[in-house]
């Protein structure tokens, strides 16, 4: 009886103890190469995450659209999100941080930015490195000490140019697609602008439009790069595909795809008139999808 009692208090006590050691050695806090992680693991990781899906509408459907051109300032608290960290930290990192870096490997491809046109065509890529020689970008160079030959070159993260880039151009339409009765939106390239004072200009400062990046092609990139939006809730974070998606960010319209192709500062005198301007188009818009329903 004796010898019965002592088998079913080991059975006992095993039950407590494997759950321990099981939880010691599976322990998801670190990663492959030992490094503790800095955030609380998920189920889905990082990279594994993609882009919410479009609902892709058959070009007969499509009755009516406008293109719109906005500007997103990264100056708005509703944009902060795009714009810090200024530098990488906690795996997080801004927007333009997300492309400077992706344009540098060579997984996105980048266009020229003219005025009143986008062509988005081989002949209109921009390269890396005149990008780097236009803005005057610091790039380190590590060489043979024997040889001098280049070993390798690199940019730090203090070097990227993100604190500069507080604006960006978006192009996007606006379509109603009558086989579903909805009103959409989609955007369709973003561009960076970069400010800097012009000494030709007595010190003030200047936007210079760098170039277009397809929306499309940056996206699934987007979708695995985290962004925090709230200081009290470290919990609350979104991909940025997901705040551009989602409509999450603060932006005005500055011009609309017409006849004449002008911005609204080119045929409003003041301020007062280009907002009356926007307040038209956006109205203009909102009203459509209205009288559809009216009538």
Known sequence: MKTLYRYLFIGLMSLFVVPA???????????DNGEIASNLPTSIPLTERK????NNPRADDIIWSKVVYRILD????????????????????????????????GKIKVYEYEDAKEVFTDDKL????????????LVTVKTDSVTGDT?????????????EVTKYYLKEVWYFDKNNSVMSVRILAICPKIYRANED?????VGYPQFWVPFDAVRPYLAQQEALVSDRNNGARETMDDLFIKRKFGSYIFKESSTRNRNLIEYNSTAEEAHKE???????I??????IWEY
């Open 201 to 205: 200009m007595g010190g003030q400062m």
């Open 286 to 291: 909102i009203n459509f999808e209205q009288d």
């Open 278 to 284: 926007q307040e038209r188009i956006k109205t203009e």
């Open 74 to 105: 990264l100056r708005e608290k509703i944009n902060y999100p795009l714009y810090f960290p200024e530098e990488a930290s906690d795996s997080r990192q801004s927007l333009f941080t997300t492309i400077f870096r992706l344009f540098e490997e």
């Open 21 to 31: 050691i099981a939880q010691e050695t599976d322990n998801s806090f670190f990663g």
């Open 126 to 137: 921009v390269s890396f490195e005149s990008f780097l020689e236009n803005n005057q970008v």
């Open 151 to 163: 070993l390798s070159t690199s940019i730090a993260e203090s070097d990227i140019p993100n604190r």
């Open 51 to 54: 882009p919410i899906e479009y």
